[in-house]
């Protein structure tokens, strides 16, 4: 079974400042994880995912993730936020080989002052 | 380039009376389609997917069903509303082997 544990339900921070969103998975195989992000009333977006390779994946808007595979973890960061990254972020993760099932977090809300 | 629709934007219902939302992808054929809910503030519940026409999967039902009766149609339905039905329902489609989905605008329910 796959779990997805997002342990900042909110984080707030000056816009500049650089942010890291914390996601941790369990699950035994080979896997995808990928952050999405959701603005208010909207649907959700995708920003980046890893599966294989170097473990720094680079995403849209400036966003990365780094892939942990000894802590379990897939971080998002940014270094230098706008305004207008406000959302939540959600963390997912799916088995690679013949499932269609995607597991996602709690999802963390993240509030940037201008 | 893909395109994914929901209808409609948004639903006022009584308990007890029927739904039906919809979904459809255009641009990709033999996508697979995902139905998901999600409560207000909430996380996203994955309920259904289906990888085919005329095959549908439950992950978790919640007193809903789900069709596909077309290649780029999905359908999410009950006869029956509970205030529990209450959330934002999203559809979304993968490519086969690709682990991203892209999702739809949603369509926002309250049942009163």
């Known amino acids: 079974t796959q779990t997805v544990s997002q342990s900042d339900a909110h984080v707030t921070v000056f816009e500049g400042d650089s942010v890291e969103l914390r996601c941790n998975y369990s699950?035994?195989?080979?896997?995808?994880l990928s952050w999405y992000i959701q603005h208010h009333g909207h649907g959700l977006q995708f920003l980046l995912k890893?599966?294989?390779?170097?473990?720094v994946v680079q995403g849209v808007n400036g966003f990365e993730a780094e892939f942990s595979k000894s802590d379990s973890s897939f971080h998002l960061r940014k270094a230098s936020v706008h305004w207008s990254d406000s959302a939540v972020y959600f963390c997912?993760?799916?088995?690679?080989?013949?499932?269609?099932?995607?597991?996602f977090g709690a999802g963390t809300r993240l509030k940037v002052i201008a | 380039a893909q395109t994914i629709h929901q209808w409609p934007v948004a639903e006022i219902k009584a308990v007890g009376s029927p739904l039906s939302l919809g979904c459809t992808i255009k641009?990709?054929?033999?996508?697979?389609l995902y139905w998901y809910w999600q409560a207000t503030g909430g996380t996203l519940q994955q309920l259904f997917y289906?990888?085919?026409?005329?095959?549908v999967e439950s992950v978790v039902q919640l007193n809903l069903s789900a069709s596909r009766p077309k290649d780029d149609q999905f359908i999410l339905s009950t006869e029956k509303l509970l205030l529990s039905h209450s959330g934002f329902y999203l559809c979304?489609?993968?490519?086969?082997?690709?682990?991203?989905?892209?999702f739809g605008a949603g369509t926002r329910l309250s049942v009163l």
């Open positions: 979304a489609w993968t490519r086969t082997g690709e682990g991203t989905l892209y």
């Open positions: 699950y035994g195989g080979s896997i995808y």
């Open positions: 890893y599966y294989s390779g170097n473990p």
């Open positions: 997912a993760v799916s088995a690679r080989a013949g499932n269609y099932k995607y597991v």
């Open positions: 641009g990709k054929s033999s996508p697979n």
């Open positions: 289906s990888i085919t026409v005329g095959q």
